[in-house]
């Protein structure tokens, strides 16, 4: 069974910064792929970053430059990094875990959620 727990969220103001975090258990973590979302009131969920298990990130557009990905096996811990926040940034932001096994089959991982909120 693979949990995943994330803190860090909160209230912060536009142009501050904050660090996400994400503990997971239950997997072998550094062999899975991690990412963190998004999902905005009324809107999709979205992709904001990834890191594979070989240390490759992903962004999307919209936080190239701002946010940073990273992960720390020997804390099975994943971070987010966030500065130079916007009220576009607002969102709950969602960990997820990505479990590959040898006969080719996935299976995803999502974490509760942390309520982001950027305004003055």
């Known amino acids: 069974h693979v949990e995943l727990v994330e803190s860090g969220g909160g209230l912060v103001q536009p142009g501050g910064s904050l660090r996400l975090s994400c503990a997971a258990s239950?997997?072998?973590?550094?062999?899975?792929?991690l990412g963190w979302y998004r999902q905005a009131p009324g809107k999709q969920r979205e992709v904001v970053a990834l890191?594979?298990?070989?240390?490759?990130?992903n962004y999307a557009d919209s936080v190239k430059g701002r946010f940073t990905i990273s992960r720390d096996n020997a804390k099975d811990t994943v971070y987010l990094q966030m500065n130079s926040l916007k009220p576009e940034d607002t969102a709950v932001y969602y960990c997820?875990?990505?479990?590959?096994?040898?006969?080719?089959?996935?299976?995803?991982?999502w974490g509760q959620g942390t309520q982001v909120t950027v305004s003055s």
């Open positions: 997820k875990l990505v479990e590959s096994y040898l006969n080719g089959e996935r299976f995803d991982y």
């Open positions: 239950g997997s072998v973590f550094s062999l899975n792929d």
């Open positions: 890191i594979t298990s070989e240390g490759s990130t």
